[in-house]
């Protein structure tokens, strides 16, 4: 049984019909990414998935359990934690009170401050200061460390390398690693195509709402997701998708 | 670039917007001629509706001057600017949710281009059927969907009769149908003369209209030219996909 | 002047006091609360019924109206503050104006118009005084009430930074949506924020009843004082509603050694003065004056 | 394409048999002294001047988004000015306009703070405006404090021609007050306020003056409430400071406003009408009375936060006094979504009223 299955999923976002009927499914320990220009959907269906955005039609199916109409505090009881775009942590809350903000579900497992400082060794000194007060790179740390601090058996993560530079980007990559080759399930939207191909198993390119592309990462050319990714496939294609 | 292009409509230079220890907009400098398209496209967080709303006055540059028709508007209200013929629309449609369709163009039309009654009818009516909202002319705003909402927020800013127009994210959520009735709405404005600053991430429907492309980045621009050649410089590619070929 | 500075300041704690509830209703749920002045007559109110009719002394028989506060509070928020403050930000100021005066005639049609006060159940405690050095002598009970009004605030703040729930709280006044993301149900955590502000409408209450007397329309005044320790006391910690309360105290001081009528006067000046000076120098108009500032980033 | 362009119109059928109609009842309003008790002309004195401070309350919160609960101010103050002039010699009858002229003129400086507050800070903030105006008066000598005083110059006319001369001003202040606030609203000031209302910065980016147009509000429905207050003071003769400025005047203006429709010009007159009727038949049961005011402005806010009439109209799309526009489509044109769809009738965009 997959870990998530999405069927045929359709989201509002406001008024706008974010996510046109999207459907896929996610093993255990698989690293699905999501690419995709602006506006394409795939923040959208990542929130739907944890539960900010309720679905207008279609199922999310965790660990065989339907989601539809579960709020998203339950979904993070139940296993699922996002690190929402922009990072949207407690700016006026220390970075140890954001990573403890990760434990109100009470999920057991092997997470602890400690050991998110652990792995992000740059915040260490930083456990004390306001979230608001951080650079970019340890902002993102907390926002993962805040996630990982709900033991969560899928992972959601939104644009995590937005606004930093390389070096950050790479240590955050790196610490992501670490976290695939545990086990854990990760669902990825980024912007850079290579990188998500290279941490990934899987990867969905998004346009309008839709899925254009699906497939192996190790299969695809940059220049099939390049197209997807600006809608250009189907001009070339002279025609309308279904 | 202190020098502007001579029969630049609008001229920006030395452009920065900061909030709080956050840049936005990083020295732009930004010109172009009265009636040209221009696009605007690049990856999220680039300072794009930022700069729009610094170019329209929703709040003022950190640093940097902004002309319009041969005017210093840099510390003008956006109020002010609009009845000057400079009107942008948002990218969250901000209808008057309590008012009719009509009503809302309505405003526009006496207050932004500041129309006698009659002329404002006429303005506001004309509004509505170039971008086919008569039917719903009556209808209250807040009853609207996506669409509709997006329609009257151009109807509103048409109203006010600009000559240069900044439109921001107008084509999203469209279907192929819908977008190709924009399409032809904006060019439509190109006959008239409008001026148009078009920020749009469907960039097969940008393409259609704007004759010249700007692509940023991070708060600055990194290319600015040629539609097709712009789309096709790598460093654009890279700011929206990253790394180099694979 | 050394002796009103000190009944100044100590007066000033009531303020905070009262204040802290409509202030933390506010940083969380961005509701003004116009009923908070009627709902800490009410508790004033509930606590006389207690004394005069079974002689339950104030401070025993606030063990069983603090948790009746919770309960009024908790209920406020699920079924009327929730559900008006989805119609817009207008609604909830109409809905509580409502409820405020139902609160206040319903008292009247109970208690009549006669002030009552809460003084003659508290024994010595209402006149007895110390006397500081240089001839300074000041009511213990106006010094229960400052220190009170210390402990009280200086435990919500322990409350709000130590504990998960106080966490919980902090994180949805700042972001409902993303704390619902790290698994903080955002509707409970507002109802228990409810629940917190009565219990300190409730205490303030039953001060109010003590150190003076108080009618079934003295909600109103309540509110005002309220109001306007927040405002000048500002944004940032709870510390700066004592602040706030302090200043409006002194205000009022002030104001009475100028004018025999200029109590209440000394303090509404003080306020616009405060408010005036904060919205032309920091711009802070657009944002709102209770706000917790948030900071964030657009 | 069509050759019929669309038609804007301001009024439906209904409305302007509504139009004549308001124009036979006020005639029959200003000749029903010569056949009503005295007593009845009392109360329509102040059924008039509940009317009018329906309709300023609803123009400033309804129309302008701007709730205030400290609006007894400019009541309390509309009486105050009236006495001061008439205790200076000015005739009682000329004091009541100038007063409430000082009020407008007072309440500007008051609106250059308020109006930068927003929602329920400005609420009440105004309330403290109150309060502190109120103590201010307390403080003139000639008031005595909460003992207050008496308009006594009015004494110098006769009881029933003064009842008369009262009922007609305040029949004439109604109607002109009305007037002027129905022209504003329903020209495009009017709308202009409405998209302040509906949204502060679309309305700014289309060219609308943003501060201005909600100065000019401000002003109108001090200047409003101020004639309001001084009539109510020329009926009841004494001023007492407390009576005047009790925020009840503002749960009253609440209550018919959230009751009759907030946002409708209708809704105003209707709650007044309300308000009245509910005062006459049960203002005798004196607290619980006042009890059923506030559970209803609760419940209305609550249940039905657009009132009876905006209920009505949405529903049977009810216009009497509307200051909206319509657009009527020709007959032929090619869109059906249109909700009104009379026959076709005129061919240029000149409007109909």
């Known amino acids: 049984m997959s870990l998530l299955s999405v069927e045929d999923l359709v989201v509002r976002h406001g008024l706008l019909q974010a996510v046109r009927g999207v459907s896929f499914s996610v093993e255990r320990g698989e690293t699905l990414a999501l690419v995709g220009a602006n506006g394409a959907g795939k923040t959208t269906l990542l929130r739907a998935i944890a539960g900010a955005h309720q679905a207008a039609s279609g199922r999310v199916i965790f660990d065989g359990a339907d989601l539809s109409g579960v709020p998203s505090h339950e979904r993070v009881r139940k296993g699922i934690a996002l690190v929402p775009e922009g990072r949207r942590l407690f700016v006026q809350m220390t970075v140890e009170e954001n990573l403890l903000l990760g434990r109100t579900a009470g999920r057991p497992g092997d997470w602890s401050v400690e050991r998110v400082l652990e792995t992000f060794p740059n915040l260490k000194p930083r456990r004390h200061a306001k979230a608001g007060h951080l650079s970019g790179g340890e902002q993102q740390a907390t926002a993962i460390g805040?996630?990982?601090?709900?033991?969560?058996?899928?992972?959601?993560?939104?644009?995590?390398?937005?606004?930093?530079?390389?070096?950050?980007?790479?240590?955050?990559?790196?610490?992501?690693?670490?976290l695939i080759s545990s086990g854990t399930t990760i669902i990825l939207v980024e912007q850079d195509l290579n990188r998500a191909l290279s941490v990934s198993s899987k990867v969905i390119c998004m346009l309008e709402g839709r899925v254009a592309l699906a497939g192996d990462s190790k299969n695809v050319s940059r220049d099939e997701v390049t197209k997807a990714y600006f809608g250009l496939h189907r001009k070339a294609a002279g025609g309308v998708p279904a | 670039m202190n020098a502007m292009p001579n029969g630049a409509i609008l001229s920006a230079a030395g452009i920065h917007k900061r909030f709080g220890a956050l840049v936005v907009l990083d020295d732009i400098d930004f010109a172009m001629g009265a009636e040209e398209a221009v696009g605007i496209v690049g990856p999220n967080g680039a300072g794009k509706t930022t700069l729009l709303s610094v170019l329209s006055g929703a709040y003022p540059?950190?640093?940097?001057?902004?002309?319009?028709?041969?005017?210093?508007?840099?510390?003008?209200?956006a109020t002010q600017r609009c009845r000057l013929g400079l009107v942008r629309t948002h990218q969250v449609p901000k209808p008057f949710g309590g008012m009719t369709a009509f009503e809302n163009v309505f405003v526009a039309a006496?207050?932004?281009?500041?129309?006698?009654?009659?002329?404002?009818?006429?303005?506001?009516?004309?509004?509505?059927?170039?971008?086919?909202?008569?039917?719903?002319?009556?209808?209250?705003?807040?009853?609207?969907g996506l669409l509709d909402r997006k329609r009257l927020e151009l109807a509103r800013a048409l109203a006010a009769k600009p000559t240069l127009l900044l439109l921001d994210e107008i084509g999203g959520g469209l279907t192929d149908g819908e977008a190709g009735e924009l399409v032809e709405t904006i060019r439509e404005l190109r006959r008239r003369r409008i001026g148009i600053v078009w920020i749009e991430h469907i960039v097969h429907i940008l393409l259609q209209v704007a004759e010249r492309l700007i692509c940023m980045d991070a708060g600055k621009i990194i290319a600015d030219g040629d539609p097709q050649g712009v789309m096709a410089d790598p460093q654009v590619i890279s700011a929206y996909l990253g790394g180099g070929p694979k | 002047m050394t002796n009103q500075i000190v009944q100044g300041i100590l007066l000033g704690g009531y303020y905070a006091l009262i204040a802290c509830g409509l202030s933390f209703m506010f940083s969380v749920m961005r509701i003004i609360n116009l009923a908070h002045g009627s709902l800490a007559v009410l508790s004033a109110f509930a606590l006389w019924l207690l004394a005069s009719r079974f002689h339950i002394p104030p401070f025993l028989g606030l063990a069983i109206v603090l948790p009746l506060m919770a309960v009024i509070g908790w209920a406020l928020q699920r079924f009327l503050l929730e559900r008006s403050a989805r119609g817009g930000a207008l609604l909830p100021i109409l809905t509580t104006f409502g409820l405020a005066i139902v609160i206040d005639n319903v008292l009247f049609e109970q208690f009549g118009a006669d002030t009552r006060s809460l003084a003659p159940f508290i024994g010595s405690l209402s006149y007895d005084s110390w006397e500081w050095p240089g001839s300074l002598y000041v009511g213990k009970l106006a010094v229960i009430i400052f220190v009170t009004a210390v402990v009280l605030l200086g435990g919500l703040q322990l409350f709000l930074t130590r504990t998960g729930l106080g966490r919980s709280i902090r994180a949805t006044s700042e972001d409902p949506d993303t704390a619902g993301l790290v698994g903080v149900d955002a509707r409970r955590a507002n109802a228990i924020a409810a629940a917190i502000a009565m219990v300190t409408v409730g205490l303030a209450g039953a001060f109010l009843g003590m150190r003076a007397t108080f009618d079934p329309y003295a909600g109103a005044t309540q509110l005002l004082f309220a109001f306007e320790a927040a405002v000048?006391?500002?944004?940032?910690?709870?510390?700066?509603?004592?602040?706030?309360?302090?200043?409006?105290?002194?205000?009022?001081?002030?104001?009475?050694t100028v004018h025999p009528q200029g109590f209440l006067i000394g303090g509404h000046i003080a306020f616009l003065i405060v408010l005036f000076i904060r919205l032309y120098t920091s711009g802070l108009g657009l944002g709102g004056l209770l706000r917790l500032s948030t900071g964030k980033a657009s | 394409m069509s050759?019929?362009?669309?038609?804007?119109?301001?009024?439906?059928?209904a409305s302007r048999i509504a139009g004549c109609g308001v124009a036979i009842i006020i005639l029959l309003l200003a000749v029903a002294p010569q056949f009503l008790s005295a007593g009845v002309v009392d109360r329509m004195t102040a059924l008039f001047i509940y009317v009018i401070l329906a309709a300023m309350w609803n123009a400033l919160a309804g129309f302008g988004g701007l709730v205030s609960v400290g609006q007894q101010v400019f009541f309390g103050l509309g009486a105050y000015f009236t006495i001061r002039l008439a205790n200076a010699g000015l005739n009682p009858f000329v004091s009541l306009f100038v007063s409430a002229v000082i009020v407008g003129t007072v309440s500007w400086p008051i609106s250059l703070l308020m109006l930068r507050l927003r929602n329920g800070e400005f609420a009440i903030g105004m309330w403290v405006i109150a309060a502190l105006t109120h103590l201010l008066v307390n403080l003139d000598r000639l008031i005595q404090g909460e003992t207050g005083t008496s308009l006594i110059s009015l004494n110098v006319y006769d009881a029933s021609t003064r009842r008369v001369t009262?009922?007609?001003l305040a029949l004439a202040s109604m109607t002109a007050l009305l007037a002027v606030l129905f022209g504003l609203l329903r020209g495009s000031t009017g709308a202009a306020i409405r998209a302040i209302r509906d949204n502060e910065d679309a309305a700014a980016?289309?060219?609308?003056?943003?501060?201005g147009t909600k100065r000019l509000l401000f002003v109108l429905a001090a200047f409003g409430i101020g004639v309001a207050g001084a009539l109510w003071l020329a009926t009841a003769i004494t001023f007492q400071p407390k009576t005047y400025f009790s925020v009840q005047w503002t749960a009253y203006m609440i209550f018919m406003v959230l009751v009759g429709g907030i946002g409708t010009f209708e809704g105003a007159i209707l709650g007044a009408l309300l308000f009245f009727i509910i005062e006459t038949w049960f203002g005798g049961t004196g607290v619980w009375y006042l009890i059923g005011l506030g559970a209803t402005a609760l419940v209305f806010s609550l249940l039905l936060p657009r009132g009876l009439w905006g209920t009505l109209e949405d529903r049977f799309g009810w216009r009497i006094l509307s200051v909206g526009y319509r657009v009527r489509l020709p007959v032929n044109a090619s869109d059906t979504t249109g909700g009104t769809a009379p026959p076709a009738q005129v061919t240029t965009s000149r409007e109909k009223a």
């Open chain 4, 3 to 13: 050759t019929a362009s669309p038609v804007i119109e301001r009024g439906t059928v």
């Open chain 2, 110 to 144: 006496s207050h932004g281009a500041g129309l006698g009654r009659d002329e404002a009818y006429e303005e506001a009516l004309g509004s509505l059927k170039l971008c086919g909202m008569l039917g719903v002319a009556n209808r209250r705003a807040e009853t609207l």
């Open chain 4, 166 to 168: 009262i009922y007609w």
């Open chain 1, 146 to 178: 805040r996630a990982l601090m709900s033991n969560p058996d899928l992972l959601l993560l939104d644009e995590v390398s937005l606004g930093l530079s390389p070096l950050v980007v790479d240590r955050v990559y790196a610490s992501l690693r670490g």
């Open chain 2, 61 to 77: 540059p950190s640093a940097g001057t902004i002309a319009f028709k041969g005017d210093d508007v840099t510390t003008l209200p």
């Open chain 3, 232 to 256: 000048i006391g500002g944004v940032g910690s709870l510390w700066g509603t004592l602040i706030g309360g302090i200043v409006l105290a002194l205000a009022q001081t002030l104001g009475a």
């Open chain 4, 205 to 211: 980016s289309v060219g609308v003056r943003v501060t």
